[in-house]
């Protein structure tokens, strides 16, 4: 009897140890399945993330070429009537410094919808709604001023 248990207990043992080494070949098959995943998972990350940034330079393009067609318009709408009903942005006005030229301010601001010539030779150039930038005999902004007072809309 004792054989027997013994063979038994053998047995039982070798058993064991078979499935243990198939489970521990399952677990190896499957760890190699998941990096297998986690690779493709990183590819696809990856093309996600340049289409992102292909979309956002877009984007911005986009929101460049909107704002030199808004500045146009503007343009266009201080040549045929008294003033513009596009206004520049607040980022826009707040953008302009002491110092800048006509030119810096036009390519910013675009047009003023009134322009003053004064008798010490200073410009006044007037956004409705905005303020006043001041440009000195040289043609650089000297002062800015915010309309606190005026509206957005003037009649002349």
Do not use: H
């Amino acid at each position: 009897m004792k054989k027997f248990l013994f063979l038994f207990l053998i047995f039982t043992f070798f058993l064991f140890c078979e499935d243990e080494v198939k489970n521990e070949k399952k677990k190896e098959f499957a760890v190699e399945e998941i990096i297998e995943k986690l690779d493709d998972v990183e590819r696809r990350v990856d093309e996600i993330e340049k289409k992102i940034k292909t979309i956002e330079e877009s984007i911005k393009n986009i929101e460049g070429k909107f704002n030199e067609l808004r500045k146009t318009i503007r343009n266009f709408q201080i040549y045929v009537q008294p003033q513009a009903t596009i206004k520049p942005t607040s980022d826009e006005w707040n953008s302009i410094k002491r110092g800048m030229t006509k030119e810096e301010v036009r390519e910013i601001l675009g047009s003023p919808e009134e322009v003053k010539l004064m008798r010490d030779k200073t410009e006044v150039w007037f956004y409705f709604g905005l303020g006043r930038i001041i440009f000195d005999i040289n043609g650089e902004v000297m002062k800015i001023e915010n309309d606190i007072l005026t509206p957005s809309t003037r009649i002349r």
